[in-house]
């Protein structure tokens, strides 16, 4: 799976592929708008990925502050509000072969 067909598959209002790692899954239901399920998945995810997943929800929230804390456990700029869909897309990349 690309860049492309991920978008794809969260445009399609499908329920996400089942061999999504749950790295993928989380962006998947955060792209999808159900950011309960994105954030329960991300909270379980203990790498630095999954603290950088869990800063782009609380970013997306609008809670900034929790948000540049998880980023830091990622080593990874805090997230400004204006960046939060291209944040999203650098994560997914990061993941996804190109």
């Known amino acids: 799976m690309n860049f492309e067909s991920f978008l794809v598959s ?3 209002g499908e329920k996400p592929p089942g061999s999504l790692s749950p790295e993928l899954e989380a962006l ?3 792209k999808a708008g159900d950011w309960e399920r994105a954030h329960d998945i991300a909270q379980e995810i203990p790498s630095a990925m999954g603290s950088w ?3 782009l929800l609380h970013a997306i929230e609008g809670d900034f502050g929790n948000s540049a804390y ?3 456990q990622a080593n990874q700029p805090a997230i400004r509000r204006e ?3 291209s944040e ?3 994560i997914v990349r990061s993941i996804l072969p190109s």
């Open 70 to 72: 998880w980023c830091r």
């Open 83 to 85: 960046e939060i869909e």
């Open 10 to 12: 969260v445009q399609s």
């Open 28 to 30: 998947w239901f955060t």
């Open 53 to 55: 997943i869990h800063g």
């Open 88 to 90: 999203w897309e650098r």
